[in-house]
């Protein structure tokens, strides 16, 4: 299983169990789960598979998107398992809405959905984590687990991290790109790049800019975790 860490970390608030996003890193002692599928038996199947984990407790279960939005809000669990094709409302508008009246909650992606434009898309939203229903319940467990660990943790089926980095086109970025995406990978400012390549701060500025849109990156440090997740930088040792 692929994954990424970033900051900031998760603190347990005491009084309702949810995770928050400021204070020293921590894990809640029971992770509260939403589930969000359509199909009954397959709720049920991971119910059970949850429910052997002693750190792991379901407290609801949604058939639909507009369900699992409304139960979201009323039980507040610390993660939701969410499918994409659903009637009332698909996962992709569900993912929307529950980032905003739920923005301290998981969001783990489980489905049978490898189509690379539904992963880019829910990759835009946010998303903690992309599962398909075929992965091994340790990975499943496993994921739930990492994403309480760190906020922001991005966790994927090895075959999704594989299909994003076969789709994308690597020539998108220039030589010069690849070679500053290295340097902030390694913690280097622009003043470091620009003595190192013998560049002047203006320039590594202009790749730099260059580099963030290419790789729809809002910052420095979502543009290293989706260059690794797209097989341009390493992926962190574990």
């Known amino acids: 299983m692929r994954y990424a860490q970033k900051d900031p970390s998760v603190e347990r608030d005491d009084q309702d169990g949810r995770a928050q996003l400021d204070g020293p890193s921590s894990t809640p002692a029971l992770i509260r789960i939403l589930l969000a599928d359509d199909h009954t038996v397959l709720r049920a199947g991971t119910r059970r598979i949850l429910e052997d984990e002693r750190d792991l407790l379901v407290v609801g279960e949604a058939g639909d998107g507009v369900e ?5 809000g009323r039980l507040r669990p610390h993660v939701i398992l969410l499918d994409i094709a659903m009637p009332a409302m698909d996962g992709i508008k569900a993912c929307s809405l529950l980032q905003e009246c739920a923005p301290d909650m998981r969001i783990i992606i489980l489905t049978g959905h490898d189509n690379i434009a539904y992963i880019r898309a829910l990759n835009k939203i946010g998303v903690d984590g ?11 467990v496993q994921a739930i687990r990492q994403v309480m660990g760190r906020r922001n943790t991005v966790v994927m089926s090895p075959e999704i991290a594989q299909k ?16 500053i995406l290295h340097a902030i990978s390694q913690g280097m400012k622009n ?14 500025e202009f790749h730099m800019r260059n580099v ?9 440090a979502t543009a290293i975790l989706r260059a690794q997740e797209l097989g341009l930088l390493p992926a962190p040792e574990q």
Do not use: F, G, M
């Open 68 to 72: 699992a939005v409304s139960l979201a």
């Open 130 to 140: 992309y599962l398909l229903k075929s992965a091994d319940p340790r990975e499943l």
């Open 164 to 179: 994003l980095a076969e789709s994308h086109d690597t020539t998108q970025l220039t030589p010069k790109e690849l070679e």
């Open 191 to 204: 003043r470091e790049i620009a003595e190192t390549l013998n560049l002047s701060v203006n320039t590594v």
């Open 212 to 220: 963030l849109a290419k790789l729809e990156a809002p910052t420095r």
